[in-house]
């Protein structure tokens, strides 16, 4: 199980960045949560085998059709054992 931490810029809120991440990570069978900040980032947490945390990874550089990222930063971090996926503000 690995564990990433993910930071999005662009034109990522209101453009249903979070729900469809949701969906995404659902697909993806990966636990964590994804949230919008007050400056106009999206955060985001997956926690999963390698392989399905990546691909929630590379989906985070694109998004939904209506965002423009921008800018991905991602963190390797301590997985803390999530059992679900949740939209939090």
Same mark, same amino acid.
């Given at each position: +199980? ?8 662009? $034109? %990522? @809120?209101?453009? /249903? ?8 990570? !659902?697909? !993806?069978? %990966? $636990? ?11 955060? !985001?947490? /997956? ?5 399905? %945390?990546?691909? +929630? &990874?590379?989906? +985070? ?16 971090? @301590?997985?803390?054992?999530?059992? &679900?996926? !949740? &939209? $939090? $503000?």
């Amino acid at each position: +199980m690995i564990r990433r931490r993910v930071l999005v810029s662009g $034109t %990522v @809120q209101g453009v /249903f960045f979070r729900d469809s991440c949701r969906r995404a990570a !659902a697909e !993806a069978e %990966v $636990t964590g949560w994804v949230r919008n900040l007050p400056d106009g980032r999206v955060e !985001a947490v /997956f926690e999963g085998d390698p392989a399905p %945390v990546e691909r +929630m &990874v590379a989906w +985070m550089g694109h998004g939904p059709s209506r965002a423009v990222v921008e800018r991905v930063e991602v963190v390797e971090e @301590q997985p803390e054992g999530l059992l &679900v996926f !949740a &939209v $939090t $503000t």
